[in-house]
DNA sequence: ACGGATTATATAACGGATTATGTAAACGGA
DNA sequence: TCCGTTTACATAATCCGTTATATAATCCGT
């Protein structure tokens, strides 16, 4: 079996591949993620960015800046505040809405991974998008089979024990 | 609000931003398929393609060729046996093996899609990536600016009333 | 001041992906 | 021939996206 269907049907399908393609870096991402020991997975990590960059937001302002839907948001939301990443308190001025913000333990992982985690995985998506030019279609072809002669975790740097 | 966090942090959200584009792209397409009032969605599709390219497949090779998992094939191909889309027969020649292939239902579609709408969408799909060149996440933004500007069913040409 | 319209979030339902595991069938070496 | 190993698919569990709807809070025109 040698032919992959969706990559022969090029546009038709150009959603189905990259969903198929998102699907496949964010499951290699979680791997360097979890190779660290943190708890925090590829699709958890926008909220924690987002609140960290524009500080504490309502759940509808956190769900617009990461491009999900509300009840996405939500739920995630809800997740992480179980896992003492994210805290949520009613709002001060109108009890519909929650404010969302980092815990301590979120800055903490927070500052873990600039230091530790994400320079890496930045980089080893770099090294795997590297020099990939052209229409995208070519661009998600040339990633996959990259990928798959070498995954994104052995295109991490190496953890840096100094520095 | 006008912060995409996801399109800010770039390559280190690789994943979620092709994850993201992937099922809108695939929500506008059914926006599309629905409109000629049929009910196949656009992640049954590649599925269909499939069988009517290479015919009758057992259940794993399919989902090889889709490049989806075993069990995400079994419960899509359940579904459009359910549909009366495909038909599942267990292999001559090994029990453990079924056998999946389009059903006449399943063949009536693939020909109204061929003729009436799998052109259109990959012209509405051609349109809207047209011209785009270089890195993929420049790409990935366009494509997104471009859909939120003019959506997909809007890209597609009229349904030819003749030939 | 009142109340219909709007807003913010929670919840329900559904679709769809994965890994892990279970069960049965088939394989192949001893 | 026997049986440990492998294979094919079903099932379970988990995660995560969406739209629709419910509920409560807020807004603002009358």
Redesign the pocket.
């Known amino acids: 079996m040698t032919e992959d269907v969706v990559r022969a049907l090029g546009l038709l399908c150009l959603g ?1 591949h990259l ?2 393609l998102g ?2 870096l964010q ?1 290699e991402t979680d791997t360097v993620i979890a190779a660290r020991g943190l708890a925090i ?4 990590y926008p909220y924690l960015a987002c609140l960290d960059r524009l500080g504490p937001l ?4 956190l ?1 617009e800046a990461v ?13 992480l505040v179980g896992q003492g990443v994210l805290a ?1 308190e009613p ?1 001060p ?8 913000a980092l815990s301590a333990e979120g800055r903490r992982l927070v500052a873990i991974g600039r230091a530790e985690i994400w320079p890496r995985i930045a980089a080893a998506v770099g090294d795997l998008c590297a020099d990939l030019d052209g229409p995208i279609l070519d661009q998600l072809n040339a990633i996959e089979d990259r990928l798959r002669q070498k995954p994104l975790a052995e295109r991490a740097p190496p953890p840096s024990g100094k520095d």
Chains 1, 2 share one sequence.
Not at 58 to 61: A, D, F, V
Not at 67 to 79: D, I, L, M
């Open positions: 189905t969903k198929r699907e496949r499951s997975s590829a699709s958890q309502t759940l509808g302002e769900a491009g999900v839907s509300q009840p996405g948001a939500t739920r995630t939301v809800n997740a949520a709002a001025d109108d009890q519909r809405r929650k404010i969302v």
